[in-house]
């Protein structure tokens, strides 16, 4: 229910604003990425949750797509760092799972 709730703000805010904009909260002026960003999140945690069984699987999941996001809209688009990143969440995977 709650992926699916996720799943449709990001999908309207997508369809409805342009990255470009932001948003007017008194003083403050909100980027729509932060907001993107914030509800990607969101919803692959969700649903790595929901589809993984287990929730440091569905954080795994979530971090791992927002910091290769991030790598690429600060440049990094070299293969090197999508394995680089996936190692680390590999390691990190294995290393939480041996401890249970």
Do not use: C, E, W
């Not at 709730?5 to 309207?12: E, G, H, I, M, N």
């Not at 287990?54 to 600060?74: K, M």
Request: hydrophobic share 70%; glycine share 4%; net charge positive.
């Amino acid at each position: 229910m709650v992926t699916s709730f996720f799943a449709l703000v990001l999908a309207s805010l997508l369809i409805f604003f342009p990255p470009t904009a932001s948003f007017s909260i008194a003083f403050l002026r909100i980027p729509v990425l932060y907001l993107f960003f914030t509800l990607l999140f969101a919803f692959l945690f969700y649903l790595g949750t929901l589809i993984l069984r287990s929730r440091i699987h569905g954080l795994f999941l979530g971090v791992f797509a927002l910091s290769y996001l991030v790598l690429r809209l600060n440049g990094f688009t070299q293969l090197f760092f999508l394995i680089l990143l996936l190692t680390l969440f590999v390691m990190l995977d294995l290393i939480f799972v041996a401890r249970k």
